[in-house]
C-alpha cells in the first residue's frame, strides 16, 4: 500500500533510538545554512551590510546557520525575524533553490534558499551589532560589495536554477570561517 505523505505543520519530535549504535566517523558533513530573499513588489530584495569582523562593509542576504534540531523553514523565518524584524509564516516562504559552495580548502556547505513576497512588519536592521544597514537591491544587478556568496545565490535565483555549486578562493575574507552566509 503507498504511503501517504502530508506536509509538516508543526515541527516534527526528535526522536532518538537508544537500541541503534550512533555512528560517528569521518563522513563529509557541510555546514547547513539558509538564506532569504525578500522580495518587494517592485522586485528589489534586501541585504543587510556587515558591521564587523572579515566581512566589515560587504553587503549579504539574510540568513545564517541551522540550529540544533531546526528545520530549514523555521531557520529562515528566525534569521528574517533577528535581521529584519519581519515576521514572515510558513505559507508565505518557497523553497527558491540549493547552493552547495566550498572554498579551495574544501570547507563545504549546503545553502537552502527562500524566497518571501509577504510579511509582516517593516523591514529595519533589527541587529544593529551585526549589520550597519539594509540595503534594497535589484537581484539581477548587485553593487560591487555584495559579498560572493550572495552574487552566487543571486545569478541562481534570477536564473530559475534549483540546484548549483560554487567555489570560492580560500584567500577570499570570510571564505573558511564557521558563521552564517554572507
Known amino acids: 500500500m503507498p504511503t501517504t505523505l502530508t506536509p509538516r505543520t508543526t515541527p516534527a519530535p526528535v526522536e532518538q533510538n537508544t537500541s541503534e549504535p550512533v555512528l560517528r566517523g569521518p563522513g563529509y558533513r557541510p555546514l547547513t545554512t539558509v538564506v532569504l530573499v525578500a522580495l518587494r513588489p517592485d522586485g528589489r530584495t534586501a541585504l543587510v551590510r556587515h558591521a564587523s569582523g572579515v566581512d566589515r562593509g560587504r553587503l549579504a542576504l539574510v540568513g545564517g546557520r541551522l540550529e540544533a534540531a531546526e528545520w ?12 529584519l524584524g519581519i515576521r514572515v509564516e510558513s505559507q508565505d516562504i518557497e523553497f527558491a533553490g540549493l547552493l552547495h559552495h566550498r572554498c579551495e580548502s574544501g570547507a563545504g556547505r549546503l545553502c537552502a534558499i527562500f524566497t518571501a513576497q509577504r510579511w509582516a512588519g517593516e523591514p529595519r536592521n533589527a541587529a544593529p551589532g551585526l549589520h550597519s544597514e539594509v540595503v534594497w537591491a535589484d537581484p539581477g544587478g548587485l553593487p560591487a560589495d555584495c559579498h560572493p556568496l550572495a552574487h552566487a545565490v543571486l545569478d541562481q535565483y534570477v536564473a530559475g536554477t534549483l540546484y548549483n555549486t560554487a567555489a570560492f578562493p580560500s584567500d577570499l575574507p570570510g571564505a573558511t570561517r564557521t558563521g552564517g552566509p554572507a
Open 72 to 83: 530549514l523553514d523555521t531557520a529562515v523565518r528566525r534569521e528574517a525575524l533577528q535581521s
